[in-house]
């Protein structure tokens, strides 16, 4: 069995002008301690507009960060969110993650439920399937393949060599 932790970065109200800031510096701190005390993962969601629930739209900084502070803890991105994302940005993030992690990265994809986070990105609830299903087609060639090229529905791709590549 393998443990691993789940974060959304949540921040109590009342807040001030250095919560947010503090509520990642103590993730950061509480995730070294992971490593240090056994744990194998830890995950970070993505989440927009939900300042109830998640302050951290750009898990792959976050994760980013954690990289330089620990040595063995996998990383993962639980989950990227496909309909408003493009797969080569995802894939040369993710990719440079994975160096900058010397391998330790696991990424997740995935879409949401919530139109209030699709609509300010130009995307609906109704094409997140597609966009899914398209999104987990091509991610991996970028990543696998020296020329990846793609015409979709959702997504186009002319003849590009997307580098770097993930270790």
Not at 44 to 68: C, G, K, M, Y
Not at 93 to 113: E, K, W
Not at 128 to 153: D, F, N
């Amino acid at each position: 069995m393998k443990f691993g932790l789940f974060y959304q970065i949540q921040v109590p109200k009342p807040w001030d002008e250095e919560s947010e800031a503090r509520r990642i510096w103590e993730a950061l701190d509480q995730i070294v301690y992971a490593e240090e005390v056994g744990y194998d993962s830890v995950w970070f969601s993505e989440h927009h507009f939900r300042p109830e629930w998640s302050h951290n739209s750009a898990p792959d900084l976050t994760l980013a960060a954690i990289s330089q502070r620990t040595s063995r803890i996998r990383m993962g991105v639980g989950v990227v969110l496909a309909p408003i994302h493009h797969p080569l940005h995802t894939a040369s993030r993710m990719a440079t993650l994975d160096i900058l992690s010397r391998g330790r990265v696991d990424v997740g994809i995935g879409r949401t439920g919530y139109p209030y986070q699709l609509t300010p990105y130009g995307s609906g609830l109704k094409d997140t399937r597609g966009m899914w299903e398209e999104y987990a087609q091509v991610l991996p060639k970028i990543w696998t393949e020296e020329i990846v090229s793609h015409e979709g529905q959702y997504f186009q791709i002319p003849p590009r060599q997307v580098l770097p590549k993930p270790i």
